[in-house]
C-alpha cells in the first residue's frame, strides 16, 4: 500500500488549493479515505474523511474548522482522493497528510487509519 500526497504550496489568506494522494496496493472505493494535518508540537488532526462505496453511510465528514471551506472527492479509475481547499486561513497552515482507512466507515480519528502517505505542506500567510 503506498499513498503520494501533493499539491501543498504557499497561498495567501483567501485563496484555494488543491492536494491530491495518489493511492496503490488497494482498491480506492472499498476503504475509507482521509485527510489530516498536524502543525509541530500539536496532534495529528482529521480534516475530512469519506467513507467507502460500499459502506452502510457513504459520508463524507468534516471537521468544524473547515466545514463549508474543504471538499473531499474521489476519481476512483484514477485510484486518486483529492481535497480542495477554499478560502485558506493563516490557521490552516500544516502538514496535509492523506491516509487509508482499516474499514469502510470513515471517522476523524487517527486510529482508524493504518497506511499514512508523506504530507505535504500547506502554507499560508501574505
Known amino acids: 500500500v503506498q499513498l503520494q500526497a501533493s499539491g501543498g504550496g504557499l497561498v495567501q489568506p483567501g485563496g484555494s488549493l488543491r492536494l491530491s494522494c495518489a493511492a496503490s496496493g488497494f482498491t480506492v472505493d472499498r476503504h475509507a479515505i482521509g485527510w489530516f494535518r498536524q502543525v509541530p508540537g500539536k496532534n495529528r488532526e482529521g480534516v475530512a474523511v469519506m467513507s467507502s462505496v460500499i459502506s452502510s453511510d457513504g459520508g463524507k465528514y468534516y471537521s468544524d474548522s473547515v466545514k463549508g471551506r474543504f471538499t473531499i472527492s474521489r476519481e476512483n479509475d484514477k485510484r486518486t482522493v483529492y481535497l480542495q481547499m477554499n478560502n485558506l486561513k493563516p490557521e490552516d497552515t500544516a502538514i496535509y497528510y492523506c491516509?487509508?482507512?482499516?474499514?469502510?466507515?470513515?471517522?476523524?480519528?487517527?486510529?482508524?487509519?493504518?497506511?499514512w502517505g508523506q504530507g505535504t505542506q500547506v502554507t499560508v500567510s501574505s
Open positions: 491516509a487509508k482507512g482499516r474499514g469502510a466507515i470513515a471517522t476523524l480519528w487517527t486510529g482508524r487509519y493504518d497506511y
